[in-house]
């Protein structure tokens, strides 16, 4: 029997999960949590065989509870469960020792292969966030300071707005801007704050 730890703040996700995990004669939801610090503390006491693990959450971001987990357990074995496809998430997760990354639009299909898979010691990406992150490796990233300036102006704020809440030049603002069009392949400044949300590089 597979027991699993879900980790998402909705009830009615949590709800569906245990549907679908009901309708399988391997495994069983073992415990619920809301939020990262109460998923690292039942993962210390309970010790599950898989985690799943929402990204979104108040309070402590799936991310570093998946971090906390991994430094408790190195064998711990967690899938994310986002809305976001962006791949700069998914390579965040992944680097922070997450085994699978699961939309969740494709909970009732891909579940319990994908649970399947990691417990046995696999890993599970869907194909098309795969794709995505094949594509972007080659990448040059974005810098702190380049995600700092577009995280302001995605929130509608000018050069020099910008430039005064960051404590540098309205010049170097510009130059920033410059480099993060050509990174993100953008057309403009619309266009950079788009790209970057979709792929996770920055949320709203």
Do not use: F, W
């Not at 415990?31 to 959450?57: F, H, I, N």
């Not at 430094?71 to 899938?79: C, G, L, N, S, W």
């Not at 030049?169 to 410059?178: D, G, I, L």
């Amino acid at each position: 029997m597979i027991r699993v730890l879900v980790v998402d703040n909705h009830p009615l996700l949590r709800e569906g999960i245990a549907a679908v995990l009901g309708t399988q004669p391997d495994m069983r939801v073992q415990a619920e949590a809301t939020e990262g610090r109460e998923a690292v503390d039942l993962y210390d006491s309970l010790r599950p065989d898989v985690v799943l693990m929402d990204l979104q959450m108040p309070g402590m971001d799936g991310i570093s509870a998946i971090r906390a987990i991994r430094e408790q357990d190195p064998a711990a074995r967690i899938v994310v469960l986002t809305t976001y496809q962006g791949d700069v998430q998914c390579l965040c997760a992944l680097r922070a020792g997450a085994r699978g990354y699961l939309l969740k639009s494709m909970l009732r299909r891909e579940l319990a292969d994908t649970i399947r898979v990691v417990h046995a010691g696999g890993r599970r990406v869907p194909p098309e966030i795969a794709d995505s992150l094949a594509e972007q490796l080659g990448d040059d990233g974005l810098s702190a300071r380049e995600v700092d300036v577009l995280r302001q102006v995605a929130e509608g704020y000018a050069n020099k707005c910008v430039a005064r809440t960051l404590g540098i030049s309205e010049e170097t603002v510009k130059a920033h801007m410059k480099s993060i069009l050509s990174k993100l392949a953008a057309n403009d400044r619309t266009h950079a704050v788009t790209i970057a949300i979709k792929r996770g590089i920055i949320q709203l």
